[in-house]
């Protein structure tokens, strides 16, 4: 039995769609080089391939949970634990995402196909319609 409901994995899977999303319109490079003296330069990262984006987008995911109209009796942050216990959990398998499989839907490759594999996903963790549609409800 998994401590996350298909809605914890949905409303994490969601917000990170949107993060990404909000952060790869970006034509932003990264110069590598790091020692001002050297004359040598790194190769040049583009920002929506790189470690920043992808720490930065895990950093916040929580936080932007924030706007939900969920456990509103609960404060600070108890009242997403289960997010930051599962992107803890789960970060080595969403950059595995972030790295080779962006072509698939997150929700699918993470909820789907790991998070919750071989567990009922129906009962009491409804599949809303709208979930592979984009739409994200606050």
Known sequence: ??????????YVTVEMKSA??????????????????EEKKGIPIKYVKSDIRFIEVMET?????????LH????????FAKCY?????????????????????LTTYLCEKHVLKGENQG?????????HSGFVQY
């Open 1 to 10: 039995m998994h401590i996350f409901s298909f809605s914890v994995c949905k």
């Open 20 to 37: 990404f999303e909000e952060t790869g319109k970006t034509k932003e490079v990264i110069d590598t080089k790091y020692d001002y003296m």
């Open 61 to 69: 995911i929580c936080q932007r949970l924030m706007h939900y109209n």
């Open 72 to 79: 509103k009796e609960r404060t600070g942050s108890n009242r």
């Open 85 to 105: 216990v599962m992107v803890e959990k789960y970060e080595d398998l969403i950059e595995d995402w972030y790295r080779k499989h962006q072509d698939e839907d």
């Open 123 to 131: 009962k009491g963790t409804e599949r809303a319609p709208w979930l």
